[in-house]
């Protein structure tokens, strides 16, 4: 079946700290993979893509490797500032346009 | 609209009433889903609508869930004789043909059951 393993969080770094969430996927075929990111009161966004394998999505400084040797798609962030505080969910699409996705990510940025 | 709306945004209610929640697409979308979101959890599929097509309802957890689109617009999802365990966000998306892997998230609806 398909499913999506994230990181546990909450995760608390200082500002200008690297981030590393890792996603982990199980899928029949060859899924589009996706971050989607939940800022404090809104609706999900998404934030990067990537559709085939070695393909690296990135997007206000996150990026995100589609690896399909390691069925992974960590999302990686140089430098995080206090704005990025979210909740970051990594998400496959499956057959028949549907989704799956992790059961999320807290980070806390703080000054 | 330029986003996907839901309403209400908050909607506390007694064990055992029926809710209903509302969503509105972004214009034009084709696709329509509905999510759960519980504490700790991730999204959890609910019912996915595709323009004319029946829908697929692979996610619905019991029979007491229920949810129609009108016109291939907004889209009602029902929860009758509520319990507790109902509490939860419901989130609604919208996706366009043009656009198959983008889902389009509104804000959310937070469910309390009492």
């Known amino acids: 079946g398909n499913s999506v393993t994230q990181m546990e969080g909450p995760v608390t770094l200082s500002e200008e700290a690297f981030l590393t969430i890792n996603c982990t996927y199980t899928?029949?075929?060859?899924?589009?993979l996706f971050w989607y990111v939940q800022y404090p009161g809104e609706g999900l966004q998404l934030l990067l893509k990537?559709?085939?394998?070695?393909d690296k999505g990135s997007n206000k400084g996150f990026e995100a490797t589609y690896r399909k040797e390691t069925t992974s798609f960590h999302l990686e962030k140089g430098s995080v500032q206090v704005s990025d505080s979210a909740v970051y969910f990594c998400a496959l699409s499956g057959p028949g346009n549907q989704f799956y996705f992790g059961t999320g990510t807290s980070l806390t940025v703080i000054p | 609209g330029a986003g996907v709306s839901q309403s209400p945004s908050n909607k506390v209610t007694e064990k055992g009433k029926d809710v209903e929640l509302r969503c509105d697409p972004i214009?034009?979308?084709?696709?329509l889903y509905w999510y759960r979101q519980s504490l700790g959890q991730g999204l959890e599929f609910l019912i996915y609508f595709q323009g004319n097509s029946a829908p697929d309802k692979s996610g619905l957890p019991s029979d007491r869930f229920s949810a129609e689109r009108t016109g291939g617009s907004v889209s009602t999802l029902t929860i009758q004789r509520t319990q507790q365990e109902d509490s939860a966000v419901y989130l609604c998306?919208?996706?366009?043909?043009?656009?198959?892997?983008?889902?389009?998230f509104g804000p959310g609806t937070r469910l309390t059951v009492l």
């Open positions: 990537a559709t085939k394998a070695d």
């Open positions: 998306a919208s996706r366009s043909d043009t656009n198959t892997d983008t889902q389009y």
């Open positions: 214009s034009g979308h084709t696709a």
């Open positions: 899928a029949t075929g060859y899924p589009s």
